[in-house]
């Protein structure tokens, strides 16, 4: 599988953007998948998770009430739906799919990642 992230972009704090995951060459529809986020000469953290079914999700602390985590599965995609942006949201976004089907905050806990999607925030 491959995934394919896009969505990113600039925006003023306050604003909102809308990232979407892509998975071609087979369906995600039995894993779990998630939204990472690494900043320039930080480790890559933990952003949001969703299990296969869309009934479970997780968020980081830092984005719980402001990003909401979504699947469209007739689509194959994931959606990271991003509002009240602040300057410390700024990173490149990574989508990932896990080896489970379950919710995970672990980059260990994901297989195939995409290519990433920038995200900056100005204050």
């Known amino acids: 599988v491959q995934l394919q992230a896009s969505g990113g972009g600039l925006v003023q704090a306050g604003g909102s953007l809308r990232l979407s995951c892509r998975a071609s060459?087979?369906?995600?529809?039995?894993?779990?998948m998630g939204w990472f986020r690494q900043a320039p000469g930080k480790e890559r953290e933990f952003v949001a998770s969703v299990s296969w079914n869309g009934r479970s999700t997780r968020y980081a602390e830092s984005v719980e009430g402001r990003f909401t985590i979504s699947r469209g599965y007739a689509e194959n995609m994931m959606y990271l739906q991003m509002n009240t942006l602040k300057p410390e949201d700024t990173a490149v976004y990574y989508c990932?799919?896990?080896?489970?089907?379950?919710?995970?905050?672990?980059?260990?806990?994901?297989?195939?990642w995409g290519q990433g999607t920038q995200v900056t925030v100005s204050s």
């Open positions: 990932a799919a896990a080896r489970s089907s379950g919710v995970a905050t672990s980059t260990t806990s994901y297989t195939t």
């Open positions: 060459g087979r369906t995600v529809t039995n894993n779990g």
